[in-house]
């Protein structure tokens, strides 16, 4: 079984988590100007890289946050990944509340 490290959590076992996908693929900033073939490649095309690849994890059987990691498509080896903006939370003490 492969062990994913939760930033706030630590490691592990993969059955806690979800697979978000891709990460860092922004939203278009002007979603109405985009023809279909862009508006599909939006939704649907991902990089496939056989090596590492930057991905989006939700931990949802533990601290229920987003976090991304990179991890190698062949050997599965993981790292941490750059902070996403926007989504999960700074880590902090349970119930500490948004920090400003
Ligand atoms: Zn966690």
Redesign the pocket.
Known sequence: MQSIE?????P?DEI?FRYGGQAGVAYPPDPAALSDEEWAGYVFVRDNPRGWFHERWF?AH????W?SIRRHTVTHETEPGPALHGSGRAPSAPGAGEAG
């Open positions: 939760c930033p706030w959590c630590g592990r806690e931990h533990g601290c229920r946050t976090f």
